[in-house]
């Protein structure tokens, strides 16, 4: 048990809708990443909050928009779903101390876009 | 910029056999590394972790990894395999400054045939 649970665990949307996926991290773990993974790959870096405030970003459009709660929860949403978002979204926690930090995985959420 | 590559997508393993995943990594600045399990349907659960010191790390269910800054590589080794070791393992590296980004190599599936 890594202390981080996300929900839901499954989900099916259409094209063009829009989702909110929820972490919840250990309590202390200022800071959080999301992650894309699509099948047979391995998990891609969407971005990562610190604090509250958006410190780093992959590769990914502005439909993907996060939030970062001072109770230690967060948010991924996706606007306009595409076929391609069909994924495992993974989130992951860390305390940030300036030093290097192990980051502990949530269980995903797999989305399904139709 | 930081690129990680596992150098074989699937592994087969008869049980009770050592087996060797392959990973290579560049970065232009000091990262760490790590290694990481997934079982079917489940999120990631962290091996190993390389972030200084000797080179030759040791992690849960009885797997070790072994840093070799020279050729870029951070193979991961066990003696033995038992049929649940059957997953998906991914290696990763991190940025040692900045907002710490991880990249993930696209997986190494280890089947452990009876």
């Known amino acids: 048990e890594t202390g981080v649970t996300q929900s839901p665990t499954h989900l099916i949307k259409t094209r063009g809708q829009q989702v909110t996926l929820r972490c919840s991290s250990q309590?202390?773990?200022?800071?959080v990443s999301w992650y894309q993974q699509a099948l047979g790959q391995g998990p891609q870096f969407i971005f990562q909050y610190y604090r509250e405030e958006e410190n780093g970003r992959g590769n990914f459009p502005p439909r993907f928009s996060g939030l970062q709660f001072p109770n230690y929860s967060s948010e991924l949403n996706v606007n306009a779903l595409e076929l391609d978002d069909s994924a495992l979204y993974l989130c992951?926690?860390?305390?940030?101390?300036?030093?290097?930090?192990?980051?502990?995985f949530g269980p995903g959420t797999r989305l399904t876009v139709l | 910029a930081q690129s990680v590559t596992q150098l074989d997508s699937q592994v087969p393993v008869f049980e009770e056999a050592p087996v060797e995943l392959r990973c290579n990594y560049s970065?232009?600045?000091?990262?760490?590394l790590f290694w990481y399990v997934q079982y079917p349907n489940q999120g990631l659960q962290l091996l190993l972790k390389y972030l200084s010191g000797s080179t030759l790390v040791k992690g849960i269910n009885g797997f070790e990894a072994e840093f070799n800054k020279s050729q870029t590589s951070f193979h991961l080794r066990k003696p033995s395999v038992h049929i649940s070791d059957t997953a998906e393992y991914f290696c990763a590296a991190q940025n040692s400054g900045g907002y710490q980004k991880v990249t993930f190599g696209t997986g190494t599936k280890l089947q452990v045939i009876p």
């Open positions: 992951a926690s860390r305390r940030s101390t300036g030093r290097t930090d192990t980051q502990y």
């Open positions: 309590s202390g773990h200022n800071t």
């Open positions: 970065s232009s600045v000091s990262v760490y």
